[in-house]
């Protein structure tokens, strides 16, 4: 383990985590905590987790960032003492915003409400809901959440919460506080990297062109399964209706 992104969701975490990987760097990510380690985390949430789980978990991985790796920065930084850290920050104002609209954006957006009719992103919806609980406090039905409990008190708390402890137990010369918006010079510097000739990167959770993962092949192919036993559902029920007509 060589980084730790200890911010939250929505201060840029993905737009570090695609240019940490353009500096050659493994990153897990959300998505991978899941699809990689669901057990050990569910393990974690409801039982407790131990220094040995996180050495076991990412000994082989350079950065973790995205929930829910960085509820558990200091417990992850025990394990690898070595790590860096970094604290994505971004004005208090603007993340509410994003964070909220992210959340109803997940509540609403077609894919994630289809994707819940295959097991794995059943699974997955499970997944999200305890790393929401585990952040914010507040339990969110995924994908059946027609109250939101996430208002903007619940996240401005959270949030205030997270960075100021972090800022104030992260070894200062281990972390940096970064703002993406301040591009490659400031992250290269700290992680002791050459600064790429071309532009710093821009990701988007909903809207990544390069989204590519085990998982997403496996969704698709449930999916197609679902699709298809519907398919038969309905045409058998068709083929039954038309037969008791004569």
Same mark, same amino acid.
């Given at each position: 383990m060589k980084v730790i992104v200890?911010? &939250?969701s929505k201060t840029? $975490?993905?737009t570090l985590a695609a240019a940490l990987r353009e500096l050659d760097y493994e990153v897990y990510d959300f998505v991978d905590h899941f699809w990689y380690h +669901?057990? +050990?985390w569910k393990k974690i949430f409801s039982k407790g987790g131990s220094i040995d789980d996180f050495k076991q978990m990412y000994q082989d991985i350079d950065v973790v960032t995205d929930g829910p790796s960085y509820l558990f920065w200091e417990e992850i930084h025990k394990a690898f003492p070595e790590a860096k850290i970094i604290l994505t920050v971004r004005d208090e104002d603007s993340w509410c915003e994003s964070a909220? +609209?992210?959340? @109803? @954006?997940?509540r609403t957006h077609p894919g994630f409400i289809i994707s819940c009719f295959s097991p794995i992103g059943w699974k997955m919806s499970r997944f999200l809901q305890m790393t929401i609980m585990a952040m914010h406090g507040v339990l969110e039905s995924y994908p059946f959440t027609f109250n939101s409990h996430l208002n903007e008190m619940v996240l401005r708390k959270s949030y205030r919460q997270? $960075? !100021?402890y972090c800022l104030q137990n992260a070894p200062k010369e281990?972390?940096?506080?970064?703002n993406v918006e301040t591009g490659w010079e400031p992250l290269c510097n700290f992680l002791g990297k050459?600064?790429?000739?071309?532009? &710093?990167? !821009?990701?988007? &959770?909903m809207h990544d062109p390069n989204l590519s993962h085990p998982f997403?092949?496996?969704l698709q192919r449930e999916l197609l399964i679902v699709v298809y036993l519907l398919v038969v559902i309905i045409a058998f029920g068709v083929m039954s209706v038309s037969c008791n007509c004569f």
């Open positions: 200890a911010g &939250f840029g $975490t993905k +669901e057990k +050990e909220l +609209e992210l959340y @109803r @954006r997940i997270h $960075t !100021q281990k972390l940096l506080v970064y050459d600064i790429p000739d071309k532009s &710093f990167p !821009q990701s988007d &959770f997403i092949d496996r």
